[in-house]
């Protein structure tokens, strides 16, 4: 008889694991994947009241959210600022998390002189070269060893597949990605690299991406995986078209991360996916329509969603490298001013007051 009981308390023991408040999604996903969030300052450096215990608990990857973009880093030439970047790798090393520098080449906030000479005219190719390549240097070179992959090149082609007509691509050609990831494999050797960018489940942008891998990868260019991009909604993109790319991506022999993963609940003046920042629109009472809570059903609804997207990333585990939520909680995501200003959005786990949303972590 006693053994009996014994067996039943064991049995209870593992069984209330998926239910324990104490158990943070880090372990729960352990044998699958890293469990990342987009961090920001205040929550680096500890001033985000709750923000310590919730990224100890639940998280084993950070990614800066803005801290280490080009704008912040070296906002004049030759002046870096690398404040942030010393405490996100001190936060990180503190809770023995997976660092991803975000992001060395991108088209928007980068500064406007990056892309003009001394008169104001556009740089020609070798000056911009030049500048990339030096800012490749002293950032990676200054976290060598410490940031463990980087977002070396961010959103380079459009959603129907066709180059995004960037500065970048205007004045150095295609042939600035393989320049961006040569340089930062030669800075750190040991980095990962990866292309990251929004919408990748549309065919015709995945397409464009893996045929320009296939060619950095005749070249012997180093790339180790590629970022998509979550910024999804709560009916779309479906399952099999986000798995389709996962295939796609993995038959190249690259690793698949999910690296800015949000789910928006709340009405659009425009059908447009994904996340360009150049889409802003005034604050309107018509988009913002939970601005005192969003409805239990609603709630609902968006974690259903997010417990069929992981047991997808679950079914592809070999596959999958990380999966990082754009954002620590509602109170902070991004989606609170775009493509609206001034909304009250929902679309991470975590609500505004850094609790997990009931009825996920039950599903594990």
Known sequence: MKKIILCFLIFGLFSANSLNPS?????????????????????????????????????????????????????????????????????????????????????QQTPKWVFEDLEGKPASAELLRSRMEQHIQEVVGRFQ?????????????????TWRQTP????????????????????????????????????????????MIRTLQSKGVKIHGVGMQGHYRLDTPSIDQIENAILKIHELGLEVHFTELDIDVLPRPTDQEGADLSLNFAQSPEWNPFPQGLPKDMEEKLVRRYVELFQLFRNHADKIERVTFWGLSDQTSWLNNWPVRGRTNYPLLFDRSKNLKPGFMDKF
Do not use: C
């Open 145 to 161: 060893g410490k940031i463990h992959a980087w977002d070396v090149v961010n959103e380079a082609f459009e959603d129907n597949g």
């Open 23 to 107: 158990l943070g999604m880090k372990e729960v996903f352990r044998d699958d994947f890293r469990i990342g969030t987009a961090v920001n300052l205040a929550q680096v450096t500890g001033r985000e009241k709750g923000g310590d215990s919730l990224l100890s608990l639940h998280f084993n990857s950070l990614t800066p959210e803005n801290g280490l973009k080009w704008a912040l880093v070296q906002p004049q030439e030759g002046r870096f600022d690398f404040a942030f970047g010393d405490a996100f790798v001190q936060k990180g090393q503190e809770i023995q998390a997976f660092l991803v520098g975000h992001t060395l080449v991108w088209h």
């Open 168 to 211: 970048w691509r205007r004045i150095l050609g295609p042939d600035y990605i393989e320049m961006a990831f040569r340089k930062a494999h030669e800075v750190d050797p040991k980095a990962k690299l990866l292309y990251n960018d929004y919408n990748v489940w549309k065919p015709e942008k995945l397409e464009a991406i893996l045929a």
